[in-house]
């Protein structure tokens, strides 16, 4: 048989070969580019979209909007649709804004947990993306370990019970282990509680704009977050409500 025919068939076995290879990439090396990647961020904006399915009321509510970090523990998000809403935080205290109702929530944060310990804030597990196996035991996602475009699945369940996040998944990119050591590494997640709700954020858009080892560095005179940014002054004529600690 004239080896020239072989080529092309050994050139395809050979690339089925490679890309099963590359699905083969252990699950601790996605963890530690996630956990590196988000530690040397400083500060970064985006856009966000929302997708609740209440499990108890039979009802998905879809949502969107934008949203900016600062470390430590600094955050602003903003709903545009289908109503406005804005939470925002300078690190001790979240205020939750609704501009329909004319009211707005506060609540002092407790142990950088959240509304009490519950979570309740959107995308609260940020701020464990630096050091995941502290709160969280850490998998492959199921019942695969990519999605249909090839980026990471991984599934986290909280080390301590909590009524808000059952557990976890995250989307990582799948050149996660290649791109800038910047570079957002989370392009979704899905959060299920112990009632069966689902929350899923999709991240788009996101801009770095400091990180800690300087590579974002001149963005931070022209594009940075000031921290006023993240304190908040309720108008004139809003209801201040004040609810409640719950564990």
Known sequence: MDSNRLRPFALTILLLFSASHSWALA???VVARVESNYKNIAAFKGSFKQKATLKTLNRVQESMGKLFYKKPNKFKWQYTKPTEQEITSDGKTLWIYLPENKQAYIYELVD???IGGEGQIPGNFLNSLGDLGRDFNVKWGTPTERDAQGNYLILLV???????IHELLLVIPRDITTTSSSAFPVIASTVRDAYGNTTNIEFTNIEILETVDGTAKAKKKTGGLPDTMFTYTPPAGVEIIKPPLTK
């Open 158 to 164: 909280p080390k301590s019970p909590v009524a808000s």
């Open 27 to 29: 699950l601790d090396d």
């Open 112 to 114: 950088n947990q959240g």
